[in-house]
C-alpha cells in the first residue's frame, strides 16, 4: 500500500495484520502492548505516513467526554427541546456537550470537522451539512442525522410526509376546505420539504392543487408574522393555511386577527411538532406531535453506544433509517372544538 496522508487507522491494522483497537493502544501509549507488536504496528504507520486524529486519540484514551450537535441554529423551541433531549443522555453518562449552529456561517465544513476531532460523536439536524462530507464524518466517528434520510447513515426521524398528508386530509374531508395555502418552505430544510410534499399529495389525490406557490418566510414566529402581512396584503386569504412548523402557525395566529382576520372563523391554521405554545395559543393549534426531546435522546444513545464500541468494531454501525411514530394533534384552529 502507497505512503500516503489519508491513510487510515483500518488501513494501520490491516497493513500490520492486527486489530484496530491494537493500532488504538499503540498510538495511545498503552503498557500492554508486547514489544513485537508494537514495533510491527509502528512500522506500518511509518509506512503509511499514518497521523493518528485527535478523535482517534481521545477515544483510545477517554479524553474526551464530549458529544457534537449540529444544528442550523440555536434558537427557538424544536431546538431546545432537541438538545434538552440528547443532554439528558449525555448528562447520565458523565458528558458534555458542544453545540454549533451552522446558519450564515462560511465555514461549515471546517467547523463541523474540528468539532468531530475533539468530541466523541456527532449527532447533525439534517440539511446543515453536505452528504459528501457526512459520509466523510461517519467513516471517521460515531454519527447519526436527525430529521432526514442519508442514504448508508444511521437517520433517526419521523414521517413528516406521511404525518402532513394525514393532517391536510383532515382539512380536506372533515371541514370540506378546497383552498389551502403551505406556508414556511425554507432552503435546506428537508423536513419542511417532506410536510410540503406531504401537503401537496393529500391536494393531488382529491383532484385539487395549491391555490397558490408555499409562502417562504423562514421558520419561526416572526417569519409566520411576516407571512401574515403578506398574505393579507394580496387580498387573497385561502380557507386553510398548513404551516411547516408550529413557530409559523404560532405567528401567523398572533398577527392575523389584529388584522381583521379571524382564526378559524376566516381561515383554518395548523402546525407541525407540537410545541409548548401549541396547546397555550389563542385559539389552541391543531398540529403534529412528534417526539422531539425522546428523538435527540435516542440520536445521543446510539452515537455513545457506537463510541463505546468503536475499538471493538473495524466498521462504522450499519447503516439505518429509523422511523419515530408522530400522532394528530385535534385542537380548535383547524375548527374543530371551537
Known amino acids: 500500500m502507497a505512503r500516503s496522508s489519508r491513510s487510515t487507522?483500518?488501513?494501520?491494522?490491516?497493513?500490520?495484520?492486527?486489530?484496530?483497537?491494537?493500532?488504538?493502544?499503540?498510538t495511545s501509549d498503552d503498557p500492554h502492548v508486547t514489544p513485537g507488536t508494537?514495533?510491527?504496528?509502528?512500522a506500518s504507520i511509518e509506512a503509511l505516513g499514518y497521523r493518528p486524529s485527535?478523535?482517534?486519540?481521545?477515544?483510545?484514551?477517554?479524553?474526551?467526554?464530549?458529544?457534537?450537535?449540529?444544528?442550523?441554529?440555536?434558537?427557538g423551541p424544536y431546538f431546545a427541546e432537541l438538545i434538552q433531549?440528547?443532554?439528558?443522555?449525555?448528562?447520565?453518562?458523565?458528558?458534555?456537550?458542544?453545540?454549533?449552529?451552522?446558519?450564515?456561517?462560511?465555514d461549515v465544513g471546517q467547523a463541523v470537522r474540528q468539532l468531530s476531532e475533539r468530541t466523541d460523536g456527532l449527532v447533525v439536524v439534517g440539511g446543515t451539512v453536505d452528504g459528501n462530507l457526512l459520509h466523510q464524518l461517519a467513516a471517521h466517528g460515531p454519527l447519526v442525522v436527525v430529521a432526514d434520510s442519508v442514504p448508508d447513515l444511521v437517520c433517526i426521524r419521523t414521517d413528516g410526509h406521511g404525518a402532513t398528508?394525514?393532517?391536510?386530509?383532515?382539512?380536506?374531508?372533515?371541514?370540506?376546505?378546497?383552498?389551502?395555502?403551505?406556508?414556511?418552505?425554507?432552503?435546506?430544510?428537508?423536513?419542511a420539504a417532506a410536510r410540503y410534499a406531504g401537503f401537496r399529495e393529500a391536494l393531488t389525490e382529491r383532484g385539487?392543487?395549491?391555490v397558490a406557490p408555499p409562502l417562504v418566510q423562514g421558520m419561526d414566529s416572526k417569519a409566520g408574522a411576516a407571512a401574515a402581512r403578506e398574505l393579507v396584503s394580496s387580498g387573497a386569504v385561502p380557507q386553510a393555511l398548513v404551516c411547516a412548523n408550529d413557530e409559523l402557525a404560532i405567528g401567523l395566529l398572533a398577527t392575523l386577527p389584529g388584522l381583521g382576520v379571524a382564526v378559524p372563523g376566516d381561515v383554518a391554521i395548523v402546525g407541525f411538532d407540537d410545541n409548548a405554545l401549541a396547546s397555550l395559543a389563542s385559539p389552541t393549534l391543531t398540529t403534529i406531535h412528534q417526539p422531539i426531546q425522546a428523538i435527540g435522546a435516542e440520536a445521543a444513545r446510539v452515537v455513545l453506544d457506537a463510541a463505546r464500541r468503536r475499538e471493538e468494531v473495524s466498521?462504522?454501525?450499519p447503516p439505518e433509517d429509523r422511523v419515530i411514530p408522530t400522532r394528530l394533534v385535534i385542537r380548535e384552529s383547524c375548527g374543530c372544538l371551537y
Open 9 to 26: 487507522v483500518r488501513d494501520i491494522a490491516r497493513h500490520a495484520g492486527v486489530s484496530v483497537a491494537t493500532v488504538s493502544r499503540v
Open 38 to 42: 508494537r514495533t510491527k504496528v509502528l
Open 54 to 75: 485527535a478523535l482517534g486519540r481521545g477515544l483510545a484514551n477517554g479524553r474526551f467526554s464530549m458529544l457534537g450537535i449540529v444544528l442550523p441554529g440555536l434558537g
Open 85 to 106: 433531549g440528547a443532554e439528558s443522555v449525555a448528562g447520565e453518562a458523565g458528558m458534555a456537550l458542544s453545540v454549533i449552529g451552522t446558519h450564515m456561517r462560511r
Open 165 to 191: 398528508r394525514e393532517l391536510t386530509a383532515h382539512l380536506l374531508e372533515v371541514h370540506g376546505y378546497r383552498t389551502l395555502r403551505f406556508v414556511g418552505l425554507g432552503r435546506g430544510s428537508p423536513d
Open 208 to 210: 385539487l392543487a395549491e
Open 315 to 317: 466498521a462504522p454501525p
